[in-house]
């Protein structure tokens, strides 16, 4: 049964306390209500299918599962020159390499540090993108990112700054200078959304995607703990991102990889963390707890080297699974010619399905599951960040491939 934004207003306004409407209208937060907006907006739902929609006709698509980008903004992304990105085929190493000097690291993530960061950060009444909550939420997290600098001492190499958007929440560049400009990219988004009410309606978006939030963020802490990494010894330079309004259509990131890709912008690699904590499903199916390594829409080559990661440095197999066109903003680095993968919590069909509403908890989380994917992430920036790409791309061979026992 469709049930239009309208009507399920309606229902719930009554409920919804005097003090709270206050706070919404203070904070410039709007609801739209079918037939209120005429504001038209263009959505890329697979390679060439585009169509018009309104804001609560994307609400509608994405209640039905359906991913898309929001190309209004950026409908070239991809075709620098008037053309679209030619297909290119990346080297990455063949295993990792870098055990002696990323088991020390490893021993230093901290479920702690998770927990208390994702506490917070889901106590926000909603991060979307649109409302004052979202911005709050974004200069919290900048000043936790600055506050990680500042205790490892690398406020002279080391900055991190807001990509700034024109809807209230700003995307976060975090920025480890190596030997060159080229650049190893590891993301989340830190958006959530309410998909029945999103100005209203309370989305404490811990699975999705606080968790990958903090979970990139702890391996960023701990990868700072590196001297050669905080001095710039590294032979590539490491981003940390966190994207605006990726429930929105992928917005921030197709805004940021759309500058990259306008400046020419030479990224060797990028790794989305979007949901990186739910476990139940998989655990209650009597599957094995694993990571799930996405295989559709993604750098081949790229995702065969982070199985090795897998293998290498987490305690948990992984499985191959899928997610569908533009599923999160990994498919924005993708688009823009860039080598890009994207690793979740499981399965695809055993991920959380609590996202989008007041019920996307904490308590439903496992942080031993974030740890892992910490562990993938900080030993995926530490091995990438010594990469001799130029060395990779005139060797012949081609990569192993690496297939999970699962």
């Not at 999160?328 to 399905?353: L, M, N, Q, R, T």
Request: charged residues 25%; hydrophobic residues 40%; contains cysteine.
């Amino acid at each position: 049964m469709k049930v239009s934004s309208a009507s399920l207003l309606a229902v719930l306004l009554p409920a919804v306390s005097a003090r709270f409407v206050e706070k919404a209208e203070a904070s410039q937060s709007h609801v739209s209500l079918d037939g209120e907006s005429s504001q038209k907006y263009w959505i890329e739902l697979a390679p060439g299918e585009t169509r018009w929609v309104t804001e609560e006709e994307k609400w509608e698509l994405r209640r039905n599962g359906q991913r898309f980008f929001d190309i209004t903004d950026h409908p070239k992304l991809g075709m620098a020159g008037g053309k679209a990105a030619a297909k290119k085929v990346f080297k990455f190493p063949k295993k990792p390499t870098l055990q002696d000097e990323v088991a020390p690291l490893l021993a230093n993530l901290s479920k702690t540090e998770m927990e208390d960061h994702l506490t917070k950060f889901s106590s926000f009444h909603t991060r979307y993108y649109k409302s004052d909550y979202g911005r709050q939420s974004s200069e919290w997290l900048l000043g936790q990112i600055k506050n990680i600098i500042i205790a490892a001492g690398a406020e002279a190499t080391v900055s991190a700054q807001h990509f700034v958007h024109s809807w209230g929440q700003n995307s976060i560049i975090a920025t480890i200078p190596g030997k060159s400009n080229s650049t190893v990219v590891i993301g989340a988004h830190q958006d959530s959304i309410n998909l029945w009410l999103p100005s209203i309606l309370a989305a404490p978006g811990a699975d999705d995607d606080g968790s990958g939030t903090v979970t990139i963020l702890e391996a960023f802490r701990v990868l700072l703990q590196s001297p050669d990494i905080v001095e710039g010894k590294q032979e590539n330079t490491l981003e940390f991102h966190w994207y605006s309004a990726e429930e929105g259509g992928l917005l921030g990131s197709q805004a940021i990889f759309s500058s990259y890709e306008k400046a020419g912008r030479d990224i060797k690699a990028m790794l989305q963390q979007d949901m990186t904590g739910f476990v139940a499903k998989t655990l209650a199916a009597g599957k094995v707890e694993s990571v799930g390594v996405i295989v559709d829409y993604v750098d081949p080559n790229l995702t065969e080297f982070i199985k090795k990661v897998i293998v290498e440095y987490c305690d948990i197999p992984f499985v191959e699974t899928k997610c569908g066109y533009a599923c999160s903003d990994h498919a924005s680095a993708s688009k823009a010619g860039y080598p890009s993968a994207f690793v979740i919590e499981s399965a695809f069909e055993y991920s959380d399905d609590h996202i989008h509403s007041t019920e996307d908890l904490i308590k439903y989380l496992s942080f031993d599951h974030m740890l892992q994917h910490a562990r993938l992430t900080l030993g995926f920036g530490y091995e990438l960040a010594f990469t001799d790409f130029a060395k990779l791309e005139k060797a012949d061979d081609e990569p192993e491939t690496y297939k999970s026992d699962l």
